[in-house]
T-cell receptor, first 112, second 113 residues
Framework: GENVEQHPSTLSVQEGDSAVIKCTYS??????FPWYKQELGKRPQLIID?????GEKKDQRIAVTLNKTAKHFSLHITETQPEDSAVYFC???????????FGTGTSLTVIP | KAGVTQTPRYLIKTRGQQVTLSCSPI?????VSWYQQTPGQGLQFLFE???????NKGNFPGRFSGRQFSNSRSEMNVSTLELGDSALYLC????????????FGPGTRLTVT
């Protein structure tokens, strides 16, 4: 089955700096890559996603890039704010697998 | 539109007991997936239900089971609880089987003592 690895497991940045979280996957059939944000004590929320026919997608301060050849995708957060502090999860899914495989999460702390 | 709801939100059980958790998906959503979330392990897929049938199953023992009702509400059951079953159990609803976007409920925090 699919194996998704996520790095780093913890990340601290100063407010205003950028944060980058990287994920790799093993199944070349994976074609959908969502990112979830989970604040302490709250449910995971979808913040951005990308599909295999797109290399990059942006939504305000958040962007995701995908390199299908290398089988990795990354989350970029620019101009970080304290409210960005949370655990971020990447995931991968293929049509044939019909199941989401999650990374182990990155705990992001934005220091004011 | 109301979001995904889960009951109960917190549960304390002792080893050997069984537990049933409930999930009500977003209105109109027919697919429900269940996940176990533990520190260090992230989210582990348990199973997915669609049209009252289990469509996919993760790598969990048979003590973990579930079902889905005609109104798409789903329950999961864990029998003969072990200490290692302590976790946050999340359900997620999707419009249909194979839908890309899924929306999570707040979870049920299960503690086994």
């Amino acid at each position: 089955g699919e194996n998704v690895e996520q790095h780093p497991s913890t990340l601290s940045v100063q407010e205003g700096d950028s944060a980058v979280i990287k994920c790799t996957y093993s199944d070349s059939a994976s074609n959908y890559f969502p990112w979830y944000k989970q604040e302490l004590g709250k449910r995971p929320q979808l913040i951005i996603d990308i599909r295999s026919n797109v290399g990059e997608k942006k939504d305000q301060r958040i962007a995701v890039t995908l390199n299908k050849t290398a089988k990795h995708f990354s989350l970029h957060i620019t101009e970080t704010q304290p409210e960005d502090s949370a655990v971020y999860f990447c995931a991968a899914r293929s049509d044939t697998g019909n199941q989401f495989y999650f990374g182990t999460g990155t705990s992001l702390t934005v220091i004011p | 539109k109301a979001g995904v709801t889960q009951t109960p939100r917190y549960l304390i059980k002792t080893r050997g007991q069984q537990v049933t958790l409930s999930c009500s998906p977003i209105s109109g959503h027919r697919s429900v997936s269940w996940y176990q979330q533990t520190p260090g392990q992230g989210l582990q897929f348990l199973f997915e239900y669609f049209s009252e049938t289990q469509r996919n199953k993760g790598n969990f023992p048979g003590r973990f089971s579930g079902r889905q009702f005609s109104n798409s509400r789903s329950e999961m059951n864990v029998s003969t609880l072990e200490l290692g079953d302590s976790a946050l159990y999340l359900c997620a609803s999707s419009l249909a089987l194979g839908s890309y976007e899924q929306y999570f409920g707040p979870g049920t925090r299960l503690t086994v003592t």
